[in-house]
């Protein structure tokens, strides 16, 4: 059936072409390399193998063949021999089946079994450091040929500017999985593909997906204690093969379906005008630590793509998840910039954001780079030239980089916006100095190195903690349902309950937590910056106070679509927000507030307002204060906004009257935003806010925040 040529040791992973497919992967230690071809994913021995003959199939560290008569949708795994020896770091044993690490897609319609992917004996007193002679090929999933055939009829990523982007956190799966989604296809890409018209009614622009790279989604042994239910990898991050789409994700059940219904996913939402970005984990594998299974990177060359400890037996964990991969060796360094070009080259997404970023500023030994080769090269790829780059700037290892990432060109998670926001509506004292900070870009942490306003990704919920109703909601964590005595996940959520833990029937308590809701939102919109809103926080979806979902692949996570009707207005009033965000170039600003410009006669572009009308004394302002933007000296792009915008802001149990700037040239204010008002003078659509009398007073409600703009 087969016949095996030297083949070329580029491209990596599987190609197919006029005389067969080309097969090449990397392996210094290896003293041997077979590949094997299945018929079926469930096969536990090859229909066809070939040991690759070093002096014909190897050119340096890459081992590659040439196979005449494989083509798409032929399945294969490769082994590798070399010194089983933990001690100095290797891990080779030819009896595991491995999966390529460039596979662009793999079989998954059953679990794979890890027990039977032990390099080692399970049962030796000896654990890692005794041998596994037992064979794994039928339970493992099967790397699948791909055809890069697709009809992209003339699509590009669309890369918008980051400061007119809206993000919106969402899972793949979550997002239609419900019964009452209302979906043909549900869970699937092309059910994302079926809510476009819900995001496009919306507003935003930019979709940011979990992991969507094949993981290892049976990872979890443990169960629901209440239930019973096995639990699951349900976010992602557990990747096994880089370059693959999930595959569960996807509704065509064909070998390598799940490529073209990627691909049709973002064709379709670049033609609705929205934005692709990946939620990508290049910190650890599915494989864990020593006592892990052996899927691909540890039995192909342990040494080379892992930190490990100085007794080499033992692995660097600086992602809490019991590995680290080696991001600044040359080898990783390719290999990372191959998954990305291939993502946007081939896949078309629009960016990035970076689990555990800053990992990939560690060396070999796990320290802090000051340049790290692999981040420069990612900011200076002239690939990657419009893709956005987005960092998560911290690691489970200590590091904490929020606003000093290397690099100029990285936007980053701002869990310091994240912070202040929640303490400042919860009604911390002494927090409104951080809350004006925040409402204006950071520029304690983002005004320096070329850095501008919208390189902070201004969020108060994402997919890691409490959704926007929890936070309102509950006043500790209840994660029970994940099997960990409720120990797993954080203890410090700045949350608040106002009287009730959980669900509330006191109209009073449910008022409150709706105008919490709203606030937070406001601020996130009405901020210099990129917003970021997680996916159902415009709906108040729900875990029911867990806050480390990562395990519940059930209702607990799924978008209930029901709350779309319950929650009608703060739908509405978010979608509003949006609206009005869009329509204003100077809360979209390309750069930092600057004051006067040294001219004494000009008017500020921002002043800051007690209560009273007065400049604020900062040491003793307390959960009230507002600000005078001039958004007529925001010059964005050429185009000049010339409305005037007052935003005030009170944290406070008890409503207060705010003096009012006096507007020149006869000007009147018109109110656009109070979140203390009733649906849809909560929120007016641009055009229709409503013109106040002349007037130097507006009375703020306690928690709420009122935006008056000048017409």
């Not at 009733?678 to 002349?694: F, I, M, Q, S, Y």
Request: charged share 25%; aromatic share 12%.
């Amino acid at each position: 059936m087969y016949e095996v040529k030297p083949g070329n040791p580029f491209p990596l992973g599987a190609y197919t072409g006029p005389e067969g497919v080309n097969f090449s992967i990397f392996s210094r230690h290896a003293t041997a390399i077979t590949l094997c071809l299945y018929d079926e994913s469930h096969d536990s021995e090859p229909t066809f193998s070939y040991t690759l003959d070093p002096r014909l199939n190897k050119t340096g560290d890459i081992w590659h063949c040439r196979v005449r008569g494989a083509g798409a949708g032929t399945l294969y795994l490769w082994r590798a021999d070399g010194p089983y020896d933990p001690l100095a770091g290797h891990r080779f044993n030819h009896n595991k089946a491995l999966v390529d690490p460039y596979a662009r897609a793999l079989t998954d319609d059953f679990p794979m079994n890890h027990i039977a992917a032990y390099a080692y004996d399970p049962d030796s007193e000896m654990l890692d450091l005794s041998f596994s002679a037992t064979r794994n090929d039928g339970t493992m999933p099967k790397a699948i040929v791909v055809a890069d055939e697709f009809d992209w009829q003339g699509d590009r990523p669309l890369n918008y500017p980051l400061r007119n982007c809206i993000l919106y956190e969402t899972h793949v799966k979550g997002l239609s999985m419900h019964p009452n989604a209302g979906v043909a296809n549900p869970g699937t890409y092309r059910g994302v593909v079926e809510m476009i018209p819900y995001f496009r009614k919306l507003g935003i622009t930019s979709l940011e997906f979990l992991p969507v790279q094949e993981f290892d989604e049976f990872e979890n042994f443990r169960h629901n204690p209440t239930s019973g239910e096995r639990l699951r990898n349900y976010w992602g991050y557990s990747t096994i093969s880089f370059f693959a789409p999930k595959c569960s994700y996807s509704s065509d059940r064909s070998q390598g379906g799940q490529v073209g219904e990627f691909k049709y996913m973002v064709r379709e939402l670049h033609k609705a005008g929205l934005e692709v970005i990946l939620d990508i984990v290049f910190n650890h594998t599915a494989e864990g630590n020593e006592l892990g299974p052996t899927i691909n990177f540890r039995g192909l060359d342990n040494v080379m793509y892992y930190m490990l400890d100085e007794e080499k037996r033992y692995y660097k964990n600086y992602s809490g998840c019991g590995n680290t991969l080696n991001c600044n060796h040359p080898v990783l360094r390719s290999l990372i910039m191959d998954c990305l070009h291939y993502w946007v080259c081939d896949m078309h997404v629009d960016g990035f954001r970076f689990d555990l970023g800053s990992i990939l500023g560690r060396d070999s030994t796990g320290k802090l780079l000051e340049n790290p080769p692999v981040v420069e090269r990612i900011a200076e790829d002239p690939l990657l030239r419009d893709t956005k780059i987005i960092a998560e700037a911290w690691d489970a290892g200590g590091a904490y980089q929020v606003g000093w990432f290397p690099g100029n060109r990285w936007a980053e998670w701002n869990d310091r916006f994240r912070d202040d926001v929640r303490k400042f509506w919860r009604g911390d004292p002494k927090s409104v100095t951080q809350l004006a900070t925040r409402l204006t870009g950071s520029s304690d942490l983002y005004l320096r190195n070329d850095r501008k306003p919208f390189h902070s990704i201004n969020f108060v919920t994402a997919h890691d903690g409490f959704t926007l109703n929890d936070l309102v909601s509950y006043s500790r964590k209840h994660n029970e349902a994940n099997g960990e005595n409720n120990h797993d996940g954080s203890d410090s959520n700045l949350s608040a309950n106002y009287g009730i833990e959980g669900p509330a029937a006191s109209p009073e308590i449910e008022r409150l937590r709706n105008r919490q809701v709203k606030n937070f939102l406001a601020t996130i919109l009405l901020s210099a910056g990129t917003p970021m809103i997680l996916g159902g926080d415009e709906l108040r979806r729900t875990q029911k106070g867990n806050n480390n979902a990562y395990c519940q692949n059930n209702e607990i996570s799924w978008y209930d679509w029901s709350f779309l009707q319950k929650h009608a207005d703060v739908h509405r009033f978010c979608s509003a927000l949006i609206a009005f965000r869009k329509s204003h170039h100077a809360l979209r600003r390309p750069d930092f507030f600057k004051g006067t410009d040294g001219d004494d006669n000009a008017i500020p572009d921002i002043t800051w307002y007690d209560e009273r009308g007065l400049p604020p004394d900062w040491s003793s302002v307390d959960l009230r204060i507002a600000a005078l933007i001039d958004g007529s000296r925001n010059d964005c792009c050429g185009e000049v906004d010339d409305n005037h915008f007052y935003l005030a802001f009170n944290a406070s149990a008890e409503g207060c009257t705010f003096a009012i700037p006096r507007l020149p040239d006869g000007k009147t204010w018109r109110r656009a935003i109070d979140t203390s008002l009733e649906a849809p003078e909560d929120c007016v659509e641009p055009g229709r806010e409503a013109t106040l009398e002349p007037f130097d007073a507006y009375r703020v409600e306690g928690k709420s925040l009122v935006v008056l703009l000048s017409g």
